[in-house]
């Protein structure tokens, strides 16, 4: 993670070194960070006060203010960590589930599609390549794939 402008408090460099013994990736670490401070700003305290109903009414204030269902999960992930293990109070986020996201099938192309950008491509070369890929199965397919949040 890289050094920020303003000084650190206590409770972020602890969740911060606990982190870095997980070996979170400097991604992961910045999104809990940032989880943590955004809940910290709605609170208007320290987030290691917070309640169970202040947890509870946090992801519904966050789904009010449009909030996608993806940094929905980002956030419960971030708050996840920090109550579960810098602060050891995992009962306070033992209700809460990060949101259900649908996983959507790969877009697959019809034969004709195939058929057509068999024969779009500009020479013989292409054309088996395309073809040698279609028939290993799959790989002309989009597929879509989600992270799973995991402390």
Not at 6 to 17: A, D, Y
Not at 19 to 24: I, N, S, T, V
Request: one cysteine or more; glycine letters at 6%; charged letters at 20%.
């Amino acid at each position: 993670m890289t050094a920020s402008p303003h000084p650190i408090s206590p409770l972020r460099q602890r969740m911060i070194e606990d982190m870095r013994m997980r070996k979170l990736g400097d991604k992961t670490q910045t999104g809990y960070v940032r989880a943590v401070r955004y809940f910290a700003k709605y609170l208007g305290r320290s987030p290691d006060t917070a309640t169970v109903e202040d947890l509870r009414n946090y992801p519904l204030y966050l789904v009010d203010h449009g909030t996608s269902p993806v940094s929905l999960n980002a956030a419960i992930c971030g708050l996840k960590f920090f109550f579960t293990v810098t602060l050891d109070r995992p009962e306070l986020m033992a209700k809460m589930q990060p949101v259900h996201l649908p996983r959507t099938l790969p877009v697959i192309l019809s034969p004709d599609e195939v058929k057509r950008l068999i024969a779009a491509a500009g020479n013989l070369k292409h054309q088996t390549a395309l073809a040698l890929a279609y028939m290993r199965g799959g790989s002309l397919s989009i597929p879509v794939s989600l992270p799973d949040c995991a402390p």
